[in-house]
């Protein structure tokens, strides 16, 4: 069973640990391993605390043997973001212009997990400060995508993502105020899901004005991502969530629902949003699947507020300008951080107010847009993941207009359901054809969908996301 642990399913794995087939510390130190042999290539982790990871799970075995009360994902290995505090790790936040922190107590969302029962095996790459749809910073090696090292994994939970699919983790837990759990997800062949506000009670571990961002599964499959969400969601007793009936992981599939289908993004006011080939294929390959499934699919056009890109961006960027930061300090940021930083610095309280009174209306028009659905239906990106320095250049020579344009170009349907405040899912549908131009290690590459669902709708997601999900090109073929 060790020689594929790693092929195993986060679903059994945990069993295999709660029958005592498996121990925490084989598992730990068998996805050690796989770190230490994989993620020189990729650049997923920044820190690894394997010795640590190795104390944690002996400790949950002894208690195993002595019939002590175990959680949810007891001996599980987890990874978690460098913006979110663990005990006794650096918190870097993915920043040359900050020294790294060594936290003194767990986050609210890493209390949770550990409570749960996970090992906490180190932290994973981020963007400067979560900014930014790739992973890539001036202090590590950027994320890369396993299945083609030379693009990127998105982000900001791109480390993360990278990680699951590279098998160096069961699944890991993102964190999405714009599209940070959904874009790695889609772009590394995953399911990651944006649960409702409110759903996850301890947020995140990041803080933002808009109350945008939330913690949400990154998974290989829904019934994954649907154990983790459980955990996520526990109590205010802090009783992690079981797969008894009424939690996510006993979820079925739902009856004939009407779903609405639309390409139309709000970022269209601003930008010329092309969408790939690859995106519209994804797209019909979903459709064609709901259809057979006898769900009725209708063409959808929200009618999206042009004030929506500038009332975005503004409130998304406003905390930059929040750190106390000296001259030397701010020539080490990125050209995006720098200029947005620069602009937060110079807003006037009452033009981030505007900004926030925009985002609400737009909360209001769009659950109204969207109830007479069932659920949304949109491409996850507008194109394949895109190279390594796409966004920024080589040498960090981008300008901070055209790396943001480029962003919501790429991404142009996730950020609305942050401010939306609506569960969202993403589930790869398509695989490309590997590309001949690109040489002999040309792979194919992972395209998706996103399916919004009603407020607290995220079991009717999960198990859509069941119905479409492709893991891999022969599953798309055969699926």
């Known amino acids: 069973m060790m020689d594929s642990l790693s092929a195993l ?30 993620d020189p290539g990729l650049g997923a982790f920044v820190t690894v605390t394997a010795e640590q990871a190795m104390r944690d799970a002996a400790d949950l075995d002894d208690r195993f043997a002595r019939g ?68 890539g910073n001036r202090v590590h090696s950027p994320a890369r995508l396993p299945q083609d090292p030379r693009l990127s994994p998105g982000g900001s939970s791109g480390g993360s993502a990278a990680a699951v699919a590279a098998g160096m983790l069961p699944f890991a837990v993102g964190t999405d105020g714009g599209g940070s759990v959904r874009i790695p997800a ?8 944006k649960p409702n506000r409110g759903r996850v009670a301890t947020a995140s571990g990041q803080a933002d004005l808009g109350r945008l961002v939330v ?4 998974a290989r499959d829904a019934a994954d991502a649907a154990l983790l969400l459980d955990s996520l969601a526990a109590d205010t007793n802090h009783r992690a969530l079981s797969a008894a009936p009424g939690s996510f992981s006993s979820v079925r599939s739902p009856g004939p629902l009407r ?40 063409d959808l056009d929200p009618h999206w507020d042009p004030r929506y890109p500038d009332a975005f961006a ?51 028009d769009t659950v109204a847009a969207f109830a007479p659905y069932d659920v949304v239906l949109t491409p996850a990106l507008a194109d394949t993941p895109r190279p390594i320095g796409w966004y920024t250049g080589a040498d960090w020579d981008v300008d901070a207009d055209t790396d943001y344009r480029r962003q ?72």
């Open 259 to 298: 779903i609405g289908v639309t390409t139309a993004s709000p970022f269209a006011s601003a930008y010329e949003l092309p969408i790939a080939p690859a995106a519209h294929a994804a797209l019909d390959a979903a459709i064609t699947a709901l259809d057979a499934a006898g769900h009725r699919l209708e």
């Open 215 to 218: 913690a949400g599964p990154i």
């Open 408 to 479: 919501c170009q790429y991404t142009p349907w996730t950020s609305v359901l942050n401010v939306v405040g609506l569960p969202a899912i993403t589930a790869t549908t398509h695989w490309t054809a590997p590309d001949p131009a690109a040489g002999p290690d040309a792979a194919s590459l992972p395209m998706g969908v996103q399916l919004i669902g009603r407020p607290s709708g995220e079991s009717t997601l999960l198990a859509l996301a069941d119905l479409l999900h492709r893991a891999g090109p022969e599953d798309a073929a055969h699926g």
């Open 68 to 135: 002590g009360p175990v959680g949810a994902l007891h001996g599980l290995p987890l990874g978690i973001k460098d913006l979110t505090d663990v005990a006794g790790v650096p918190t870097g936040h993915g920043s040359a212009a900050v020294t790294p922190t060594v936290a003194t107590a767990d986050a609210p969302l890493v209390a949770t997990l550990r409570r749960a029962g996970v090992v906490l095996v180190g932290k994973t790459q981020v963007p400067e400060f979560g900014l930014s749809c790739h992973s």
């Open 186 to 193: 889609a772009a590394c062949g995953l399911v990651g899901l």
């Open 9 to 38: 399913s986060a679903l059994a794995l945990r069993d295999g640990l709660a029958a005592g087939q498996l121990s925490a510390r084989e598992v730990t130190a068998h996805f050690l391993g796989v770190i230490e042999a994989r």
């Open 314 to 364: 503004t409130t998304w960027t406003t905390p930059m300008g929040l750190p106390d930061l000296d001259d030397g300090a701010e020539a080490r940021l990125t050209p995006l951080a720098r200029e947005f930083r620069a602009r937060a610095r110079h807003r006037p309280a009452t033009e981030l107010a505007r900004a926030l009174d925009v985002l609400r209306q737009i909360e209001w």
